[in-house]
């Protein structure tokens, strides 16, 4: 199967209102550029140098999104061109992504990334983190960062009810909090190859889909 050929797959199955990111990750430029002339504009990348060179290498208009976890010494690389930073999982983090914005006069969009997983990554926010941030209005502070929503990823794990009962949990979760957020705070990224089908059920906005894509990967 080409990347057209998988795209046009994936996008029957996609609704309009759930954003499809295509994660380019260890991928060759030539593979994104087939998926641009297809008319895909949004891609995933988990790495700041392999963003920053694909980024040159390739057409200004596609939209990219920084997935991976981020560390707050290669901010700067990326805020002045990133769609939506999707990890975002500390609040020095936060803080570095606001100074660095400031500095360049930008205003860069964000999801907090929420620990929902029981095993897996160690990153993200637990819950109650969020709801006593929120309690004590921290979240306004930050004059140069639009927060655009939550990102969660479920337990890596063949049962489909617990990764259900995860992505339930955030998109509760996620409805819950946002009267305490912006207007601009609608955006809920869950849902991977494996399990984006039960993300969507669970009313994920945006799916972030690597391998469906581009083919397995031989690292990540
Ligand atoms: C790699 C990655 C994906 C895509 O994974 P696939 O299983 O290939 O779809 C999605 N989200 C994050 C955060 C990733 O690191």
């Known amino acids: 199967m080409s990347v057209t050929q998988n795209l046009s797959e994936l996008k029957k199955t996609i609704p309009d209102h759930v954003t499809l990111i295509a994660v380019s990750k260890t991928k060759p430029i030539p593979l994104i550029q087939e998926a641009y002339d297809f008319g895909h504009r949004d891609f995933g990348e988990n790495k700041v140098q392999e963003l920053v060179q694909k980024r040159e290498a390739l057409p200004k208009d596609i939209r990219w999104h920084m997935i991976g976890h981020l560390q707050t010494n290669k901010v700067k690389y990326i805020l002045p061109f990133i769609h939506l930073i999707h ?111 039960i993300a969507m059920e669970e009313a994920s906005t945006m799916v972030r889909v690597g391998s469906k894509v581009f083919g397995a990967r031989n690292y990540s």
Do not use: C, W
């Not at 160690?122 to 655009?148: H, Q, R, T």
């Not at 929503?149 to 949990?169: C, S």
């Not at 996620?174 to 849902?191: I, Q, R, V």
């Open 87 to 197: 990890g975002v999982d500390s609040l020095k983090l936060l803080k570095e992504i606001n100074k660095r914005s400031n500095n360049i006069n930008r205003v860069t969009s964000v999801l907090l990334q929420i620990h929902v997983a029981e095993e897996g990554t160690k990153f993200g926010f637990d819950y109650k983190e969020i709801l006593d941030l929120v309690a004590e209005d921290y979240f306004v502070n930050f004059n140069k960062i639009s927060i655009k929503g939550f990102m969660g990823m479920a337990t890596n794990t063949e049962d489909e009810n617990k990764i259900r009962r995860e992505f339930r949990q955030l998109s509760n979760f996620f409805n819950e909090m946002k009267p305490h957020f912006s207007n601009e705070f609608d955006t809920l990224s869950m849902g991977m190859s494996g399990d984006y089908n």
